[in-house]
């Protein structure tokens, strides 16, 4: 049996519980950003590098933070499950830059114990705060 002797290189990354994980050193890591303000159209610029026209997003409703740039929804949703958000006050979406359209779409959405069960967000009243905290969170885009 021949052996293969290929260096592997990781990225070692942590989160605020002092949890570590391994990412491999050619993974593209996005530029995600969680913030309580609203993001800058420098900011705006450095979250558009994973999608180019559009940026996932992450909102806790309760707290009122948004996590934003994210490849996959599930990775904003972490990073606000270790900073003390509860999974029923996140709801994920996005925004397309170009339209500047707001979607209510994620997979992390479907939610059958809170009377969601599709990735849209269902209810009317979450919907629209949602919306609402997006057009807060790029009002660089929304209207200055």
Known sequence: MERNNHTVNFNIRGNSKGNFFCIPAWYNLPMILTK???FTSDEIEKLKE???????????LKYKICSAGCNRHFESERILLDQGSNQEDLWGGG????????DCN??????????NTGSEIQDGQIREEFNKLMRYFFKEIYGK
Do not use: A, G, M
Not at 50 to 60: A, G, L, S
């Open 36 to 38: 309580k303000e609203p």
């Open 95 to 102: 925004i397309d830059l170009e339209t500047e359209t707001i």
């Open 50 to 60: 994973t999608f180019d026209v559009y940026i996932k997003t992450v909102i806790d």
């Open 106 to 115: 994620s997979f992390i959405n479907i939610r059958p114990t809170q009377k």
